[in-house]
């Protein structure tokens, strides 16, 4: 995600640094929604890449963990598990935010380009303006993309574990590892409170951030780890 974004910011420069050959407002104006759809897009792929390969990463890390299992035989995903990952691209905070991206940088790049011909400034300076508003926005994205693609990462973990400890036909514990700090909210807290020190079976773990989740009244979609705002991570103990 982060050479994504490096990425981003690098064409956008590359695009305005263009737009400074322009003469007048209207062309000016003109530019806006191209510069929109093209990074909006850009954006886009890069964050389904980023999903994409923390989900298989995340499935594949995890199932290659367990002791005795064959990796050789790496697994493909169970259709179950892809459908997951359709789910994980098709709804939630990061869908939202990419999807209003291209709007709200619309938006943004016209009202900046409105305030720098009200103020008289002169089209270099509207543009660099234009650019600090573009890198900005980007920054946005990242950061949300950031939280809610280690929680996919953990999603992926956790089915790889369900789907090796269905080819052992065994059963591990897990816990939950919880950054148990300031930022932590009550939830979060409990959830840290409540964890086994020996750690828990995979269904009772699941069982139990859901039942904390509904309690705090979050909407949690899969088998998510309680809303992604948190650095919290799935890690097995025996
Ligand atoms: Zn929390």
Redesign the pocket.
């Known amino acids: 995600m982060e050479s994504a974004a490096r990425e981003l910011r690098g064409v956008l420069v590359q695009e305005l640094t263009q737009l400074e050959k322009v003469r007048t407002y209207d062309e000016l104006r003109t530019q806006v929604n191209d510069i929109a759809v093209m990074l909006a897009k850009r954006m886009r792929d890069a964050i389904l890449d980023d999903i994409d390969f923390a989900y298989r990463n995340g499935y594949r890390s995890a199932y290659e963990e367990i002791k005795g299992i064959s990796k050789a035989k790496a697994p493909d995903m169970m259709p179950e598990d892809l459908d997951v990952l359709v789910l994980l691209k098709n709804e939630g905070a990061l869908y939202n935010a990419y999807n209003q991206f291209q709007s709200i940088l619309t938006d943004k790049l016209n009202q900046t380009i409105m305030a720098g011909i009200a103020e008289g400034s002169s089209i270099p300076t509207i543009v660099q303006n234009m650019r600090q508003v573009g890198i900005g926005e980007t920054y946005k994205l990242t950061r949300i993309a950031r939280t809610e693609i280690t929680q996919i990462a953990n999603e992926g973990r956790l089915r790889g574990y369900q789907r090796a400890e269905g080819r052992m036909k065994m059963q591990f514990k897990y816990s939950l590892s919880v950054a148990n700090d300031a930022r932590?909210?009550d939830?979060?807290k409990e959830l840290a409170r409540r964890m086994p020190s020996g750690g828990m079976y995979l269904g009772d773990l699941i069982m139990l951030q859901q039942e904390i989740g509904s309690k705090y009244r979050m909407n949690l979609r899969g088998h998510s780890l309680?809303?992604p705002n948190?650095r919290t991570s799935l890690v097995r103990i025996v």
């Open positions: 932590a909210c939830a979060h309680l809303h948190q």
